[in-house]
């Protein structure tokens, strides 16, 4: 089973739900995929034996072969390829910028003389390792790139279906978002309970729904703020799947990057709940579609 | 004019209740919210909106059933896995490159206009403010980034306006870089946890490599003393100001709650230094 944890809102406890999660269960895989600000490693702690580039397909002109039609520049839909035609006194040039580059490739595919072939340009590092026995993924965007979805497809290519695997998705609602969930078998959704919170959950759920995947809600700093949260949840008919109160030893904990569960081992019976709680609503969710 | 963007790395860290402070306290200014996939200013400023304008960015592919073969000649050449089993596209993967479109033998693929968003211009009891709400689960939020920051500067040129004060998205990828450019000062908001500090160091690290001057400042600074002493001594190592410190406190939560900044509760130890923040940074 794929979970992933997201939020919408930043800051809410995506991390502190996925890591106490991933470390009260069995046969776990971890992948960090919030590439912009990767921080499970910092509760995990993992053994990292395994280094790799993230790359995306950049083009790369053959200039023995291009004759400067501007194919290319006609085809890219992201303005990623200039091209100055030849003239009598002058040979033509084509300039790539790689930051718009999508990787699409649609300038090596459609090229009239095959003179486009990609090349991996760096965009980031996926690490993996090991924490006892649960297997570690997380990637790290380069800093001053822009695309974090290659990156975050990247590190999910690692994933192995054998395992309870665990996503640590990072926050908002657009496509770093869409990358890290799709595919997940449940999405459980962080939130807050201020009007911020709200906000931001609301359009975390209408992105799950659009997307197809059954979820639920985790409340965390419970006890602050106010009532709507619970109020949409129950009028939306989302199940609340844990409320987490606020409690200056959670958030101290958190802060020296210690997960609750290795300070106060009693959580760990909540967080096998709060797995028993999806399990049981995924299955619900896949018999519902099976009528 | 000086424009000034709020952004932290970390989510959570308390950008938006910063920035909805200053509003409070600048003059002659324009508000604009660039995190427009989880947008929450308007939760403190309360905008009537002026102007709605649609946010058209991109196109996306659409299969014609009726000229489909189901040849299965585009679905392996999509870098976005964007095409189904069944040849309908999976529009919130489509990233609008075209290339489906133009492979396709039998002409069955278009790629249609994608309306991704909507963006506003609106009055508030602090003064102008730019906002926008990207589409659900849609992408180029770096362009709508760039489209309301460009309406924010001419507006506040047209109107002779000081100051342009921008709340930023979390992370470090394309609608940072876009809340980036061009920006006279960086206000990085942290909080004392190794999580914060681990982010802040890597936003820090983005604003650097586009040249832009930054400021520190650490929220909740009381929830960990020892965490805090180490993040100064990084704005010290890293020659970054730090130019405030707010204490946590439950009139912080208060405000939120209420939907106000934290400035309308003027005698609270958070906006006494916050108005410090301010007179700082301006």
Known sequence: MIISVASGKGGTGKTTIAVNLALSLQNVQFLDCDVEEPNAHIFLKPKIYGQKKAVIPVPEIDQ??????????????????????????KKGSVLIFPHLCHGCGACSQLCPFGAIREVDKEIGIIETGEKDSMWFVHGRLNVGEAMSPPVIRQVKQYINSSKTVIIDAPPGTSCPVIAAVKGSDFCVLVT???PFGLNDLILAVE????????????????????????????????PI???????????????????????????RDKFNNLYLNINGLKNEANSHHKR | MKQIVIISGKGGTGKTVVTGSLAGLAKNK??????????????????????????RSGQSAVIDKRLCKECGKCAPLCRFAAIRPDFTIEHFSCEGCGLCARICPHGAIRMDENVAGEWFISDTKYGPFVHAKLGIAE??????????????????????????????????????????????????????TLSGLHDAARV???????????????????????????????????????????????????????????????????????????????
Not at chain 2, 258 to 272: F, L, N
């Open chain 1, 64 to 89: 023995a072969k291009c004759n400067y039609c501007g194919k290319c520049r006609e085809v890219c839909a992201y303005h990623a390829i200039a091209v100055v035609p030849a003239s009598v006194e």
């Open chain 1, 207 to 238: 992105v799950l729904r659009k997307m197809a995947i059954p979820f639920g809600v985790v409340i965390n700093r419970a006890d602050i703020g106010d009532a709507k949260v619970e109020d949409y949840c129950e009028k939306e008919n989302i």
């Open chain 2, 204 to 282: 820090i690290g983005v604003a650097g490599h586009f040249n832009i001057p930054v400021k520190l400042i650490v929220n909740k600074h009381d929830l960990n003393p020892a965490m805090t002493v180490r993040i100064e001594e990084f704005a010290r190592r890293s020659r970054v100001t730090l130019i405030g410190k707010i204490a946590f406190s439950e009139t912080v939560v208060k405000a939120v709650v209420e939907g106000k900044t934290v400035i309308d509760y003027p005698h609270s130890p958070a906006s006494d230094e916050l108005r410090s923040i301010w007179d700082k940074l301006k």
């Open chain 1, 192 to 194: 807050e309970p201020t």
């Open chain 2, 139 to 192: 992408e180029n939020s770096g362009k709508l980034v760039a489209k309301i920051r460009q309406v924010a500067k001419e507006l506040a040129e047209r109107e002779g306006l000081e100051y342009v004060i921008i709340d930023g998205p979390p992370g470090i990828g394309c609608p940072v870089i876009a809340s980036l450019s061009g920006i006279d000062c960086a206000l990085i908001v942290t909080e004392p």
């Open chain 2, 30 to 55: 324009v508000m604009v919210d660039c995190d427009v996939d989880a947008a929450d200013l308007h939760l403190l400023l309360h905008p009537d909106v002026r102007e709605r304008h649609e946010f």
């Open chain 1, 241 to 267: 799947l844990m409320k987490i109160p606020f409690k200056k030893e959670i958030a101290v904990s958190y802060s020296e990057g210690i997960p609750i569960v290795e300070k106060d081992p009693s959580y």
